[in-house]
C-alpha cells in the first residue's frame, strides 16, 4: 500500500486543471427566470410531474433568502451562474464511444482504469449530463439498477416519483430550492432486497465549462438486507469565474441493510459548494459516510443521517484540508429519532496558509429515543498562525437515557515533531506532509485506495512552498 | 592516523538568550567511542541537539565542522543526509506514521535512493530481533503508545537501519530496566565500526559495558572540564561531580546523583 502511494505522490495539482474547449450542445442563458427552467426541463423531456416540480422549487427558490449563518455567499451573484450545460454528446455504454477529450479527461483521472481494475459499475458525468455509464452484467441480473437519473426517470418513473427529493425538500433551504428547479445528471440506485454489492459503485463528477453550475442529484435506494459501497468523487479545472456546485444526495437505507458513501471532492478554488447530503436509515440498517473535502473557495458541507428506526447506526469519518482563500464548513448531523440508534462522528481539519477551516456538527436525540449512543471527536491541526479552525458542535438532547460523548482538540503542527523527522534525514516539507498525513491517517484508511493516494497526493502538493 | 569526523572548536550557544554553552572543544575520530558525563543541566542534550541543528538552539561563537566541512549552515536534514544521528532523550509520537513508513522514507532520503523493497524488509527484521522488538511494532505508528523502553528501543532501531557516521545517544538508557539496557548495548555494539563513531551521554554505565569507550567527558558549566579514559567513569560514580571542581550552580541536582 505505501508502495503504491508513493508511486502516484509525483503527479501534480496540473492533472485537476486541464482545461478542455468549451463545446456544447445547448447553454441556457445566464441567470434564473422560468423560461429557463422550462426550457431545461423540455430540453430533458421531463415528465409533467417533474416540469411542475421544477417551477414550484424555482418559486420557492426566489422567496427564500441566503442563508443567514455559515460563510459569507456575498459573491455569489445568481445571474452569472449558467445553470445548465449540455456536452455535445449522448449518453454512452461503452468507454471508447465517448468522445475523446472528455475520455481523456477522466482517462487522466483515472476513472476507466478504476473500473477495469476494483469496481462493479462506473459513471462520469461531464458538466451537467452523464456521459458515461456502466454497470457489471452480474449485479443487472441481480437486479440492481445503476444508471443516470434520467434514464431513471423514464424507465423507473414511480419510484422516482415516490423518492425523488422527498428525504430533501426544496424547502430545506435556498440552495436545494435552485437545485430542485434546475438539477441535471446524478446517478440512480437501487439495490433490490438481500443483494450485496460487493464490490463498489462509482459515479465521478467533472465540471469543465466556465461559470456553469452542476446540480447533479444522487438517488439511492438500498432495500431491506441489501448492501453496498458507493463512490464518488468531484474535480473541476481552475477559472477566474464563479462557479457553484449545488448537488443534491438522497440516501434511503431500509431495514436491516446498509450503505457506504464514500466522497473525495477537489474542486477547484473558484467553486462554491454547497452541497446537500442526507440519509434515512430504518430499523437495523446503518449508514456510513467517508468524507474528504480539499477543494472550492468556499463548502457548505453537513451530511445528515435521519436514524428513523430502532437500532439503526451512522458513523461519519471526514477530512477537510482549507489552504489560504478557502473556507470550508464542514461536518455532520445525526438525528436519532428512535431508541437503540447509535452514532460516530469522527472528523479532521487542517488549515494553512490563512485557510479557514470550521467543524459545524449537530447531534440530536428526540424524546423517544432512549438507550441512544453517541461519541463526537474533531480535531484540528492549523500548519501556522495566519490560519484559522473552528469548532462549533450542537447537541440536543431530550431525554435521559442516553449516552453521548463528544471531544474536541485543536493544535498547532509539533516544531519538535518536525525536527524529529527532519534528523532522519527527511526534508522540511516532506516531513510536515508526513505529520498531516498521518493526522489525517484515521480517515484516509476509510477511503478506498485510489482515493487514499489522491488523498496524499492532495496533501503534498497542498503543502508544497509552505516553508519560508 | 585516525580520519577526523567531528571537530567542535570553541562552542558557545543559547537557548532563548540564556548562554548554555561556554566555549566548548571536541573532536571525534572514525573508530572512537566517546561518553559524556556531568550533572543536570550542565549542557549535554544541548550540544547533541546543537551538532544536529535543532532550531531552538543559538550558536553565538565557534563553530561544528563534519567531515572537514562546517556545517553550521545546513538544515537539520542535510546534517543527518551527511551521516549525523541522534537518538533523543524523549523520542517524537507521530500519529498516523508507522514504524517502518518512516525508516523507508528516511532511508530513501538518506541514501538518496529508493531502498529494495524486500532487502529493506529482510534488514528491519534482523535488527528488529537483535534489539529483540516484537516485528508487529513495524506497522505501529512511531512511538505511540509506546512504553519509556520501546521508545528508546526504537531509536536505537532507527540508528541500527540508518547506519549513520556519527551516532549521539542522550540517554538513551534511562528509564529502562537493567534487560533492556542489556539489549539496547548489544545493538550499540552491533551497530559500531571502524568506520563510524558514537557520542553517548549518560549517566550510567551499564550501557557501556558491552563497549570499549575511547574518551570519557565531563560537561561541566557549558564546557569540557575533564577528559580521560574509561577509568574516570569509576571515579565518577564513586566520587560524583562535585570533587572536579568547578562552579556548581545546581549543585541541588548534583547532590542528588550521589544519593
Known amino acids: 500500500m505505501d508502495k503504491k502511494k508513493t508511486v502516484v505522490e509525483e503527479i501534480d495539482r496540473g492533472l485537476y486543471d486541464i482545461k478542455n474547449k468549451d463545446r456544447y450542445r445547448y447553454k441556457a442563458s445566464k441567470g434564473l427566470t422560468s423560461q429557463i427552467v422550462l426550457a431545461i426541463s423540455k430540453e430533458k423531456n421531463d415528465p409533467e410531474w417533474m416540469r411542475d416540480f421544477r417551477l414550484r422549487s424555482l418559486e420557492i427558490y426566489n422567496q427564500m433568502p441566503l442563508p443567514t449563518w455559515g460563510p459569507s455567499l456575498h459573491e455569489l451573484d445568481m445571474d452569472d451562474i449558467v445553470t445548465y450545460v449540455r456536452p455535445d454528446t449522448e449518453m454512452k455504454g461503452k468507454w471508447q464511444e465517448v468522445p475523446e477529450d472528455i475520455k481523456d479527461t477522466f482517462e487522466r483521472l483515472g476513472i476507466p482504469q478504476a473500473e477495469r481494475e476494483s469496481l462493479a459499475g462506473v459513471g462520469a458525468q461531464y458538466d ?105 468523487g468531484c474535480s473541476a479545472p481552475k477559472y477566474n469565474v464563479t462557479n457553484l456546485h449545488a448537488g443534491c444526495v438522497e440516501l434511503y437505507i431500509k431495514e436491516d441493510a446498509s450503505l457506504r458513501y464514500s466522497t473525495i471532492e477537489n474542486w477547484s478554488r473558484n467553486m462554491l459548494n454547497l452541497n446537500t447530503k442526507r440519509a434515512l436509515v430504518e430499523k437495523n440498517g446503518s449508514i456510513e459516510w467517508v468524507s474528504g473535502s480539499f477543494g472550492s473557495k468556499i463548502s457548505m458541507l453537513y451530511p445528515r443521517s435521519i436514524l428513523k428506526g430502532e437500532g439503526a ?151 508544497e512552498g509552505t516553508i519560508g | 592516523m585516525a580520519e577526523k569526523l567531528l571537530a567542535i572548536h570553541g562552542l558557545h550557544a543559547a537557548v532563548e538568550g540564556k548562554e548554555i554553552l561556554k566555549g566548548l572543544d571536541l573532536e571525534i575520530n572514525k573508530g572512537e567511542v566517546h561518553v559524556i558525563m556531568g550533572p543536570n543541566g550542565s549542557g549535554k542534550s544541548t550540544l547533541v541537539n546543537l551538532i544536529m541543528g535543532h532550531p531552538k538552539y543559538e550558536i553565538t561563537a565557534g563553530s561544528i565542522a563534519f567531515e572537514g566541512e562546517d556545517i553550521t549552515a545546513l538544515k537539520t536534514y542535510e546534517r543527518a543526509r551527511n551521516g549525523i544521528f541522534l537518538s533523543f532523550q524523549n523520542p517524537e509520537e507521530i500519529p498516523g506514521i508507522t514504524v517502518e513508513h518512516l525508516l523507508r522514507t528516511a532511508k530513501n532520503a538518506i541514501t538518496g535512493e529508493n531502498v529494495k523493497i524486500m532487502a529493506f524488509k529482510k534488514e528491519l527484521k534482523q535488527a528488529m530481533e537483535t534489539l529483540k522488538i516484537d516485528n508487529t511494532y513495524a506497522s505501529r505508528h512511531v512511538n505511540v503508545g509506546f512504553s519509556g523502553g520501546e521508545k528508546k528501543r526504537n531509536e536505537i532501531l532507527q540508528m541500527m537501519m540508518l547506519n549513520p557516521q556519527l551516532a549521539m545517544l542522550d540517554e538513551t538508557d534511562s528509564g529502562l530496566d537493567i534487560d533492556a539496557v542489556r539489549i539496547v548495548s548489544s545493538g550499540v555494539k552491533h551497530f559500531k565500526n571502524e568506520q563510524n563513531a558514537i557520542l553517548i551521554i549518560t549517566h550510567n554505565t551499564k550501557i557501556l559495558e558491552q563497549l570499549d569507550v575511547d574518551y570519557v567527558h565531563i560537561l561541566m558549566n557549558g564546557k569540557i572540564l575533564q577528559t580521560g579514559d574509561a577509568s574516570l567513569i569509576s571515579q565518577i560514580n564513586e566520587n560524583g561531580f562535585l570533587h572536579l571542581g568547578g562552579e556548581t550552580p545546581d549543585s541541588g541536582e548534583v547532590n542528588m546523583l550521589h544519593g
Open chain 1, 128 to 232: 451537467s449530463e452523464v456521459v458515461y455509464h456502466s454497470v457489471k452484467e452480474e449485479l443487472v441480473k441481480q437486479g440492481v439498477v445503476y444508471t443516470d437519473m434520467e434514464s431513471a426517470l423514464r424507465e423507473y418513473e414511480p419510484m422516482i416519483q415516490e423518492y425523488f427529493m422527498k428525504l430533501v425538500t426544496p424547502n430545506d433551504h435556498k440552495f436545494v430550492a435552485l437545485h430542485g428547479a434546475v438539477w441535471s445528471g446524478g446517478s440512480f440506485v437501487y439495490v433490490p432486497p438481500g443483494v450485496h454489492v460487493d464490490i463498489p459503485l462509482q459515479s465521478y463528477f467533472r465540471l469543465n465549462s466556465p461559470g456553469a453550475g452542476q446540480f447533479e442529484h444522487t438517488l439511492i435506494i438500498v432495500d431491506k438486507g441489501a448492501k453496498l459501497h458507493f463512490i464518488e
Open chain 1, 313 to 463: 447506526r451512522a458513523e461519519f469519518n471526514g477530512v477537510t484540508f482549507a489552504a489560504g482563500g478557502q473556507v470550508l464548513d464542514t461536518g455532520a448531523a445525526v438525528i436519532h429519532a428512535a431508541p437503540y440508534t447509535s452514532s460516530n462522528i469522527n472528523s479532521r481539519s487542517i488549515s494553512k496558509g490563512g485557510g479557514v477551516a470550521v467543524y459545524r456538527g449537530a447531534v440530536k436525540v428526540a424524546p423517544n429515543a432512549h438507550h441512544c449512543k453517541s461519541l463526537v471527536s474533531c480535531e484540528s491541526l492549523m500548519l501556522d498562525d495566519l490560519s484559522r479552525s473552528d469548532t462549533l458542535p450542537v447537541i440536543d438532547i431530550q431525554n435521559d437515557e442516553v449516552d453521548i460523548g463528544h471531544e474536541a482538540k485543536i493544535g498547532r503542527i509539533s516544531e519538535e515533531a518536525i525536527f524529529y523527522l527532519m534528523s532522519r534525514g527527511i526534508s522540511e516539507q516532506e516531513a510536515k506532509a508526513m505529520i498531516v498525513r498521518g493526522f489525517a491517517e484515521p480517515i484516509a484508511k476509510e477511503l478506498p485506495l485510489e482515493y487514499a493516494v489522491e488523498m496524499n497526493n492532495l496533501i503534498n502538493i497542498e503543502l
